[in-house]
């Protein structure tokens, strides 16, 4: 084979004609005005359809500017028995107390928040109008369907060069782990729980599994690194403080010691406004808490989202002239509320002996993911500085030093927001108000694609046949919900769909109202007597809320809920098994029918594939029950045909499917006028 490719290389000829004269890159603003509070944003190509160019909307994409905003909600509460305070338990992004009567030192809150996997979990559902005809319909949770199709077509080496583009490091499917909501322990001190609630992999500490234990705990609780690479791609900060490993006399890895040259990245900016000239994503503002000032830490953040990723339409999509779409993007903008807490043991001059983090609410008005994930609050986690402050009282007797001993058990609690959102104006009003900044970066939406003119041969060639016709799939969603650990399901999803391709199904916890909870608030975390909230006791988060809406889990976003495994499954196509033999074992899917699924040659060729889900991804935390059902004669493919999935739920856990059924649609466009014909 080697040998014939010598030959062939030998023979070529250098050099080819230039089938295009001429490259340029358009950009054209979304018609918002830079408000997008109806948490929308609608783009027309007008100005496109008259350039007299042709436009290659394969290529093109979306620039969204992003505002995150974390910021605090009122003053600190806590417990009585603080008299006074040596230290005040605000929330210090910049400066954090490392211990009593330390006031400042070099710590950021950099690492507390990020995003989901890809930045398109922005867009709730989407829609194209051609030429005043929708081809492209509205359909709610189309992010879920757009990540299976990234994780099964992308390979290892699309996330070394487009990751850092399109926000995409996938979560990792072994660092998952299950944090109790409240538990009813000590009527005084209670049960910490530093991770969130539920399901929560939320870990950002680069750490090594340990393997001395005689169970097998893969990595959990032990970093996410796809969470971790994600911060680092928004989280860049002009306070950083550039450094080098050193070697000590015994050969080992010293501290970080500071390059003399330069004492922060901002040094290497001839000012921190040119920050805003490059569009860099970064840290825009930070402001430490007071008893007069809220605290806040703000990441300005330019994506982007490339249309291909969006929806097949445009990945089908020859080169056009004369065309005029009207995209609407319906956006995920969502505010968390959440809290942390510290407690105090009696007698030790006011150590933090445990500290908690759980999620309160989360507003998002389209009832979508939330992009938004909140990092643990355990030891040297990215959350950790969130956490109240030490803080002493005045005691009864002794001190400790200068410091007063705590006299009794006590806590400490800070409220937070958080608040995502298009454009940059923070559109939580209770941050706004408090002091909010607008973002530094873009203010709005932008379509970028690039526009050719032809050589006039290659042109004439091109509109031989100036009919193309674009051949696509869109998708219909529909949800089975609440279906009990162990029982078995039969649904009939739709009645009548002409042109089926695959049928999507994934798992989630559910969260019905048959799974609430009440579960007793310790008096740590400003509970006691009577004091109770409302928790899913199926899914462990707040009660009424999906586990798509937690900001300690990734579900939603690629992931599904972990280990939510499914037997006796097939999907019926008008009363006929579209798996021959109905699937009982884990190993059936993944090898007959999820492997090679939109991949390179259909994962046939060994050394040349694509695909991120490997089988223990798919046994651990991404459970993709996925049929492809298009094999049909051409004559079947005109009538609607009904589809019905069943099954039975392997589970602990009450699970509820959101199913995506694929459909083709064909499209006739003249590619010299624009118009559909």
Same mark, same amino acid.
């Given at each position: ?10 023979q ?6 230039n089938v ?10 979304d018609?918002?005005?830079q ?10 190509t ?20 992003? !505002? ?5 909600s ?5 417990s ?6 040596? !230290?005040?338990?605000y ?8 211990a ?11 690492? %507390? ?17 051609y030429?005043g ?12 369907w757009?990540?299976?199709k ?24 072994d660092?998952?782990?299950?944090a ?9 001190t ?17 750490a ?13 609780g032990l ?25 000590? #006399? ?12 330069y004492?922060?990245y ?29 605290? /806040?830490?703000?990441?300005? *953040?330019?994506?982007?989202?490339? !249309?291909?990723? *969006? ?9 056009l ?25 009696a007698?030790?001059?006011?150590a ?7 999620a309160?609410?989360v507003?998002?008005p389209?009832?979508?993911?939330n ?8 030891g040297?986690?990215?959350?950790q500085?969130? !956490? ?20 009794a ?22 941050? #706004? ?8 970066l873009s ?14 041969? /290659?042109?004439?060639?091109?509109l ?11 998708v ?11 029982q ?9 769909? %002409?042109?089926i391709?695959s ?14 909870? #009440?579960?007793?608030v ?15 006791a ?26 939510c ?34 991949a ?5 060729t ?5 695909g ?12 993709y ?17 009904s589809?019905?999935?069943l099954?039975?739920n392997l ?6 499917l ?20």
């Amino acid at each position: 084979m080697s040998d014939k490719l010598i030959f062939d290389l030998a023979q070529e000829v250098e050099g080819s004609p230039n089938v295009f004269i001429r490259k340029d890159w358009i950009n054209i603003l979304d018609n918002q005005n830079q408000n997008y509070n109806n948490n929308q944003s609608v783009i027309d190509t007008s100005q496109l359809s008259n350039s007299n160019k042709y436009m290659s909307y394969r290529e093109a994409y979306f620039s969204v500017p992003f !505002l995150l905003t974390l910021g605090t909600s009122g003053a600190p509460s806590g417990s009585a028995t603080f008299a006074t305070e040596d !230290l005040t338990p605000y929330f210090r992004p910049t400066s954090y107390p490392s211990a009593p009567g330390i006031t400042s030192v070099p710590m950021s809150s950099d690492y %507390a928040v990020g995003l989901k996997n890809w930045f398109g979990q922005i867009i709730h559902s989407f829609t194209v109008d051609y030429n005043g005809t929708t081809i492209v319909q509205q359909t709610p949770f189309i992010n879920m369907w757009n990540s299976f199709k990234l994780m099964t077509s992308l390979s290892l080496d699309d996330i070394n060069t487009q990751g850092a583009t399109i926000g995409f490091f996938p979560d990792d499917a072994d660092t998952w782990q299950w944090a109790s909501p409240f538990t009813t322990g000590g009527a005084v001190t209670g049960a910490m729980f530093p991770y969130g609630q539920g399901v929560c992999n939320n870990s950002n500490l680069s750490a090594i599994a340990p393997v001395s234990g005689i169970y097998n705990t893969y990595s959990s609780g032990l970093g996410n690194s796809g969470l971790r690479r994600r911060q680092q791609l928004i989280n860049f900060d002009l306070s950083g403080i550039p450094s080098v490993a050193t070697l000590n #006399s015994a050969g080992a890895v010293g501290a970080p010691v500071v390059v003399p040259e330069y004492s922060s990245y901002g040094s290497f900016m001839q000012s921190a406004s040119n920050m805003n000239l490059l569009w860099k994503s970064y840290i825009s503002n930070v402001r430490n808490q007071t008893a007069q000032q809220a605290g /806040f830490l703000q990441i300005s *953040i330019v994506a982007t989202i490339y !249309l291909k990723h *969006i929806h097949s339409f445009f990945n089908m999509c020859p080169l056009l002239k004369g065309v005029f779409m009207k995209m609407t993007m319906n956006l995920n903008n969502t505010t968390t509320s959440f809290s942390t807490a510290s407690t105090y043991a009696a007698g030790n001059g006011g150590a933090v002996t445990s500290g908690s983090l759980w999620a309160t609410s989360v507003a998002s008005p389209l009832g979508g993911v939330n992009p938004t994930m909140i990092a643990s609050a355990s030891g040297s986690n990215g959350s950790q500085y969130l !956490l109240p402050a030490y803080a002493v009282t005045a005691g009864t007797g002794a001190t400790v030093g200068a410091l007063n001993v705590v006299a009794a058990v006590a806590y400490r609690q800070i409220n937070y927001k958080l608040n995502y959102t298009v454009g940059s104006v923070c559109n939580d009003s209770g941050l #706004s108000s408090t002091g909010a900044q607008v973002g530094a970066l873009s203010k709005s939406v932008y379509l970028y694609i690039p526009s050719y003119t032809f050589n006039p041969i /290659f042109e004439q060639a091109y509109l031989s046949s100036p009919v193309k016709q674009i051949k696509y799939t869109d998708v219909y969603q529909y949800q089975v919900l609440t279906i009990p650990a162990g029982q078995t399901y039969n649904n009939l999803l739709t009645n009548g769909i %002409a042109n089926i391709k695959s049928v999507l199904i994934l798992p989630y916890f559910s969260a019905g109202s048959t799974n609430v909870a #009440s579960f007793p608030v310790p008096v740590a975390l400003g509970g006691g007597a009577g004091v109770t909230q409302s928790v899913s006791a199926n899914s462990g988060f707040v009660a009424g809320l999906p586990v798509f809406q937690s900001p300690f889990d990734c579900a939603g976003t690629g992931p599904t809920s972990p280990m939510c495994w499914l037997s006796n499954f097939n999907v019926q196509i008008s009363g006929q098994n579209a798996i021959y033999n109905t699937q009982k074992y884990n190993f059936e899917q993944f090898n007959n029918q999820l492997y090679g699924q939109n991949a390179v040659n259909g994962g046939m060729t060994d050394g040349l594939t694509s695909g991120l889900v490997d089988r223990q991804k798919f046994d651990m935390n991404y459970s993709y029950y996925y049929v492809n059902v298009e094999r049909m004669l051409p004559v079947e493919m005109s009538v609607p045909k009904s589809v019905q999935v069943l099954g039975q739920n392997l589970s602990s856990k009450s699970i509820d499917l959101y199913c995506f059924i694929e459909y083709g649609m064909d499209v006739s466009i003249d590619a010299l006028t624009g118009a559909r014909v």
